[in-house]
């Protein structure tokens, strides 16, 4: 991998990395930008305890553009956009409309090919494997930040799930605090260790590995299964056997394999509902631990991938339970959604 870091016309950060070491980078952003100005701001909620981010200026971000003129495609003839060069393996930037900013953390998008007609699910092997790539150098940098304390890499995938670029890309915040879902993991993970003297996640894995009623696949370095409780209609946690906090501490073995393991479970969501049915819409969201916590080796870097769609044509909605009072009803047992899932291998 090779990995060229340049600036765009407002000074923001832009990171090329490409599969061939030879790869010359030097293209110029010919955009008159001006500098970015944010008003991201982070709010404490006295009543729950967590917080929330304001972040006004993202009002005037893109919103749906047609094809020809999608910021995420490779800048060609008079054409411009957020990549100068004409072409690009994988290029992260600093977001122009970021939610998280200066003292505030920091976002970035990663363009995961320029064919604005792909998704993660048609690259290729090699192509995904420099995408893990780019996710794991891109931890370890804003990791190194004095502002930034978690590191979330995520894609989200469909109109249906909120997305405003239809080119095939991916998002990386730096929070500045640990976030409410991972604070309540620490908590769950310490408390377990208190009672049963194990590490939770690894007892969990055991658990439904010797179940074997959820696990949707399994490898010699990989296990993917369904949560006895799931959330969400087709929901996916995928655990490295090898625990690990993060994407930088994976062994070769297990980063070699993941490339092959994540696009199954990719294409299998997209078989979930038959053919004939448009791509499903997707969250995927890689779970790693805080930089600077005691007992971080307690945590277990994972995958948490699922869908809003419940049944062909029908979206699950965070109605009052839900989105009032924190509790999830779903109409789709664990089972059932593992079975599916298994189903529609593709191999």
């Known amino acids: 991998m090779k990995k060229t870091v340049t600036r765009l016309a407002d000074g923001r950060e832009l ?10 980078r030097n293209a110029v952003d010919r955009r008159p930008l001006d500098a ?13 305890g967590d917080a929330v981010a304001v972040a006004s200026h993202r009002q005037g971000r893109t919103y749906h553009p047609p094809a020809d003129a999608c910021p995420l495609c490779p800048t060609r003839d008079d054409r411009l956009s957020e990549i100068p060069d004409s072409h ?31 998704s993660f699910a048609d690259l290729t092997e090699e192509q995904a494997a420099l995408v893990l790539a780019a996710w794991t150098d891109r931890t370890a940098a804003l990791g190194a930040l004095d502002q930034v304390t978690q590191v ?13 670029l239809g080119h095939p890309h991916g998002q990386i915040y730096g929070y500045p605090f640990v976030t409410p879902r991972t604070e309540l993991m620490l908590r769950s993970a310490a408390r377990h260790r208190a009672e049963h003297g194990g590490n939770l996640f690894d007892d969990v894995v055991a658990r439904e590995e010797k179940d074997g009623s959820r696990i949707v696949l399994a490898t010699d370095d990989w296990i993917a299964h369904v949560p006895y409780a799931a959330h969400w209609p087709y929901e996916v946690h995928l655990h490295p056997r090898r625990r690990v906090p993060d994407l930088i501490a994976l062994d070769e073995a297990a980063r070699a394999e993941l490339p092959r393991v994540y696009l199954e479970l990719l294409r299998r969501f997209d078989r979930i509902f038959g053919p004939g049915e448009p791509p499903t819409p997707y969250i995927s969201a890689w779970h790693q631990a805080p930089f600077g916590i005691a007992d971080r080796e307690e945590f277990a870097l994972h995958l948490e991938l699922f869908t809003i769609r419940r049944t062909s044509g029908r979206l699950k909605f965070l109605a009052g339970s839900e989105s009032g009072m924190g509790v999830f009803i779903n109409d789709v047992p664990p089972e059932a959604a593992a079975q599916r899932l298994r189903e529609v291998a593709s191999t």
């Not at 979330?152 to 405003?164: K, Q, S, Y």
Request: glycine residues 8%; proline residues 3%.
């Open 88 to 118: 690009y393996d994988v290029a992260v930037f600093e977001n122009r409309f970021p939610s998280l900013a200066g003292d505030s953390g920091r976002c970035e998008v990663v363009c995961f090919t320029s064919d604005h007609d792909a």
């Open 36 to 48: 970015v100005s944010t008003s991201s701001e982070i709010r404490h909620d006295p009543l729950l």
């Open 152 to 164: 979330f890499c995520f894609e989200n995938r469909g109109a249906e799930i909120g997305v405003t």
């Open 15 to 24: 990171i090329y990395y490409d599969s061939v070491d030879g790869t010359v």
